[in-house]
T-cell receptor, first 108, second 114 residues
Framework: KNEVEQSPQNLTAQEGEFITINCSYS?????LHWLQQHPGGGIVSLFM???GKKKHGRLIATINIQEKHSSLHITASHPRDSAVYIC??????????FGTGTRLQVFP | DTEVTQTPKHLVMGMTNKKSLKCEQH?????MYWYKQKAKKPPELMFV???????INESVPSRFSPECPNSSLLNLHLHALQPEDSALYLC?????????????FGPGTRLTVT
């Protein structure tokens, strides 16, 4: 069993819909990242959080340390949000444990 | 400048070739990483350099040889690769040290071994 699990694996949405991607982890962590990867490869770091909630534009990330759970929300989704979203947990200073990713497609 | 650059973007090599991948950052980061990513899978950590010293080697075969000539540069030397080594190779950097920092990723080198 992977230490970091994501759901759903695949997600399709219509433009404008509110989207939630979930991440749960089975061990203690110090911080959690949400990453975005577009077709073609490049990975962009969206958030790093260790408690509470962060917001950037239409993206919101929350984490509940006690429940070992984090969510990424996208409000007013747009076709350009289509990408793979990956959560990754800091288990120690230099190492990330990656979730399996959620492939999101937003249709016009 | 918050960019990590990688060259080349694409590389095709035979199993007897020797080639190198290059990664560069000018953000003053002291930790640099090599990841391997197969299609539709998350990245897998290969190596971490911290303050120009190799700190993590995830049991990577010796046909992959990392090098960190200075704090801005990271190389990955490739020799006698196998077709199953074909993948996207990603470099990343972070501030490093005893805290948790964002990792900044390069665009990757797509490697094909024939």
């Amino acid at each position: 069993k992977n230490e970091v699990e994501q759901s759903p694996q695949n997600l399709t949405a219509q433009e404008g819909e509110f989207i939630t991607i979930n991440c749960s982890y089975s061990v203690g962590i110090s911080a959690l990242h949400w990453l975005q990867q577009h077709p073609g490869g490049g990975i962009v770091s969206l958030f790093m959080l260790s408690s509470g909630k962060k917001k950037h534009g239409r993206l919101i990330a929350t984490i509940n340390i006690q429940e070992k759970h984090s969510s990424l929300h996208i409000t007013a989704s747009h076709p350009r949000d289509s990408a793979v979203y990956i959560c990754a947990a800091h288990m120690d200073t230099d190492k990330l444990i990656f979730g399996t990713g959620t492939r999101l497609q937003v249709f016009p | 400048d918050t960019e990590v650059t990688q060259t080349p973007k694409h590389l095709v090599m035979g199993m007897t070739n020797k080639k190198s991948l290059k990664c560069e950052q000018h953000m003053g980061h002291r930790a640099m990483y090599w990841y391997k990513q197969k299609a539709k899978k998350p990245p897998e950590l290969m190596f971490v350099y911290s303050y120009e010293k190799l700190s993590i080697n995830e049991s990577v075969p010796s046909r992959f040889s990392p090098e960190c000539p200075n704090s801005s540069l990271l190389n990955l030397h490739l020799h006698a690769l196998q077709p199953e080594d074909s993948a996207l190779y990603l470099c990343a950097s972070s501030q490093g040290g005893q805290a948790y920092y964002e990792q900044y990723f390069g665009p990757g080198t797509r490697l094909t071994v024939t």
